[in-house]
């Protein structure tokens, strides 16, 4: 970087309000560089520094959007009073955490899924209806958690995510899965807890790495034959209107090691069904 635009970036840095007054007004002498080191344009640049410095948790090392390893906010009534998220969050290429917390905000721009170097992304949004096919450009993502949204139909593009080890999906109105999470080979945690599945597609049975899979509270009447293929530690199904026999069923023609239904619990190799088993 030229010495000119360090000493700029370090007027920034200084949280001096004379000082970032002053890189404001020199910023624009600067397009060129900011174009080059971050590939975003001076407006982009000073709304993304706006937001940053808004928000505590970056108290520092925020003028260089390439150190920025986190991204976590809390937006809406009682936070961080933004309506939308900032521009030019594609220039925060080395993110490898996305966390987000609104209960303002309907959708997530896909400048967002731009961030190819993201490994775990937490949205918990109440807003949030759809979940963009664009996710699928995540592909060094591990850990998957959508929370608390109104999000019924998951995109077919999630079955891309083939580094995905991890999938926690906790109290949306989810109705299915969509027949490509059979292509999520390494997954091995699956929580579905308190969303509204009523049917599980067969293909459920390819995940060959599955070791955990919650399902409590959904409206479940009945599993997939597939089911039986998966090589499960623990499958949670209370609180879904499955019959009895269905669960013996698991119990005798499966391998799963542990069957938690309502206040049966089922292990295959201790044979206590009085032990509560938790996550």
């Given at each position: 970087?030229?010495?000119?635009?360090?000493?700029?970036?370090?007027?920034?840095?200084?949280?001096?309000?004379?000082?970032i007054a002053l890189a404001i007004q020199l910023a624009p002498h600067f397009s060129a560089d900011f174009q080059k080191h971050f590939d975003c344009s001076v407006e982009e640049y000073l709304d993304l520094f706006s937001f940053l410095n808004e928000y505590s948790i970056f108290s520092r090392k925020i003028s260089n959007l390439l150190e920025i390893k986190m991204f976590h906010f809390m937006i809406g009534e009682g936070y961080v009073d933004f309506s939308r998220l900032p521009k030019g969050l594609h220039a925060l290429k080395n993110i490898s955490l996305f966390s987000l917390y609104s209960s303002t905000l309907d959708f997530i721009p896909d400048e967002v899924f731009s961030l190819i170097n993201i490994d775990e992304l937490f949205?918990?949004?109440?807003?949030?209806?759809t979940l963009s096919p664009a996710i699928a450009k995540l592909k060094n993502l591990k850990e998957f958690t959508l929370h608390d949204t109104l999000i019924s139909i998951l995109p077919e593009e999630i079955g891309l995510l083939e580094n995905l080890e991890w999938l926690n999906m906790w109290r949306n109105p989810i109705k299915t899965l969509p027949s490509s999470i059979e292509k999520l080979e390494r997954l091995e945690d699956l929580f579905l807890d308190e969303n509204e599945i009523e049917y599980l597609p067969p293909e459920i049975g390819n995940l060959k790495n599955?070791?955990?899979?919650?399902?409590?509270?959904?409206?479940?009447?009945?599993?997939?034959?597939?089911?039986?293929?998966?090589?499960?530690?623990?499958?949670?199904l209370s609180k879904n209107p499955l019959q009895q026999?269905?669960?013996?069923?698991?119990?005798?023609?499966?391998?799963?090691?542990t069957i938690i239904f309502n206040d049966y619990v089922f292990n295959r190799y201790e044979q206590n069904e009085n032990e509560v088993w938790s996550w």
């Open positions: 970087m030229r010495s000119e635009f360090i000493h700029l970036l370090e007027l920034f840095e200084s949280r001096n309000t004379e000082n949205l918990r949004m109440y807003q949030l209806q599955l070791r955990y899979l919650s399902l409590e509270n959904n409206s479940l009447s009945a599993l997939p034959q597939e089911i039986k293929k998966l090589p499960l530690k623990k499958l949670v026999q269905i669960i013996d069923d698991l119990v005798q023609n499966s391998d799963i090691e």
